[in-house]
């Protein structure tokens, strides 16, 4: 067993963190991994498990490479303004491999994603959400972070005071380093967004920069279609349903 904490209150909770998982009907999200909400000396917390890893995985995430749990929250630490406050991860050995692994995060009482934003048009206050979402992101491009799952169900919103708050979760898949024009607008990508409300979100982005506008804008709508069009062939391939 190897587990880590922000503090010693919440190490008897990670010890038994598999009976409070079992023990929750709040689940939040169920498919390769698994999310659920506990309570906790009066604190809500979000609990991530993350699947069984095959045999080869097992051997890879013991002996060779930080699990997803472990990242999750070492990434969490370095990055704490932009994510719900860490708690602490817990790994679980089976005949000395890896076998199960959890994260513990705050809940983060988020209103919406952006996700809902970009789905509905007439999504209240959109304009302004989409502007204060181009300086969080630029905020986390300008510190050196990429996230590498920056897709809207991983983008959480609170209004708060006229304002927005943004967090980001879902966090295991990072890159710290300065990022050049390209590696910013093809983060864009991810959206799945339409090019309309991609150019609002850019051209917003780009007001913090001296990049050629015109230019910036095409290869983001570029990158764009160009991540729709992969990810769709894979679906097809799969004979899933499409969607441009």
Request: with cysteine.
């Amino acid at each position: 067993m190897e587990l880590k904490s922000i503090s010693e209150d919440y190490i008897k909770l990670l010890q038994e963190i598999r009976i409070y998982f079992k023990n929750s009907n709040n689940s939040l999200h169920k498919a390769r991994n698994e999310i659920k909400v506990i309570d906790y000396k009066d604190k809500s917390l979000v609990v991530k498990a993350f699947k069984i890893p095959n045999l080869f995985n097992k051997i890879v995430y013991t002996f060779f490479r930080d699990t997803k749990a472990k990242k999750s929250y070492h990434n969490s630490l370095k990055i704490a303004d932009f994510v719900p406050r860490a708690i602490g991860y817990i790994e679980f050995k089976k005949f000395g491999l890896l076998h199960d692994s959890y994260f513990v995060s705050e809940k983060f009482d988020y209103d919406f994603s952006i996700r809902e934003v970009l789905l509905d048009e007439k999504f209240d206050d959109r304009e302004a959400i989409f502007a204060k979402f181009s300086e969080f992101t630029f905020s986390l491009h300008e510190k050196c972070i990429l996230h590498k799952d920056y897709s809207p169900g991983n983008i959480l919103i609170k209004k708060e005071d006229n304002s927005y708050i943004f967090k980001i979760v879902d966090i295991n898949r990072m890159v710290f380093k300065e990022l050049d024009i390209n590696e910013r607008l093809k983060n864009f990508s991810q959206l799945w967004a339409k090019d309309s409300d991609l150019k609002i979100i850019v051209d917003a982005y780009l007001a913090f920069m001296t990049e050629d506008r015109e230019s910036c804008l095409q290869k983001a709508i570029y990158y764009s279609k160009k991540h729709k069009d992969i990810k769709n062939f894979k679906k097809r391939l799969k004979g899933r349903k499409v969607v441009d």
